[in-house]
């Protein structure tokens, strides 16, 4: 059975960081390309940003550009998500998401609160 477990959410203030973990078994971590997802309140399910099987590849949203990063260690079977100047808009469910070819998985997504 393969399992996504984020975790690493929590209360942070305007401005503030947060790195989130995702750990992957039941599967070869390599093998999957990694993405973070995220879901605000009363909002759709947005993509967040993307990594490559060996990490020297990442693509993100506007929204997020040049404020995360993501990374990820297979040695590990852990994918990163390292979330600077946080802000309000970045409230949200945040998932971690995993595809090989044809097969998809998620997490069960970490709470990321912004307030002050």
């Known amino acids: 059975q393969v399992q996504l477990v984020e975790s690493g959410g929590g209360l942070v203030q305007p401005g503030g960081s947060l790195t989130l973990s995702c750990v992957v078994s039941?599967?070869?971590?390599?093998?999957?390309?990694m993405s973070w997802y995220r879901q605000a309140p009363g909002k759709e399910r947005e993509f967040v940003g993307i990594?490559?099987?060996?990490?020297?590849?990442?693509k993100y949203a506007d929204a997020v550009k040049d404020r995360f990063t993501i990374s990820r260690d297979n040695s590990k079977d852990t994918v990163y998500l390292q979330m600077n100047n946080l802000q309000s808009d970045d409230t949200a469910v945040y998932y971690c998401?995993?595809?090989?070819?044809?097969?998809?998985?998620w997490g069960q997504g970490t709470q990321v609160t912004v307030s002050s």
């Open positions: 990594i490559s099987q060996a990490g020297g590849s990442t």
């Open positions: 998401y995993g595809r090989f070819v044809r097969d998809e998985y």
């Open positions: 039941g599967f070869k971590f390599s093998d999957l390309v």
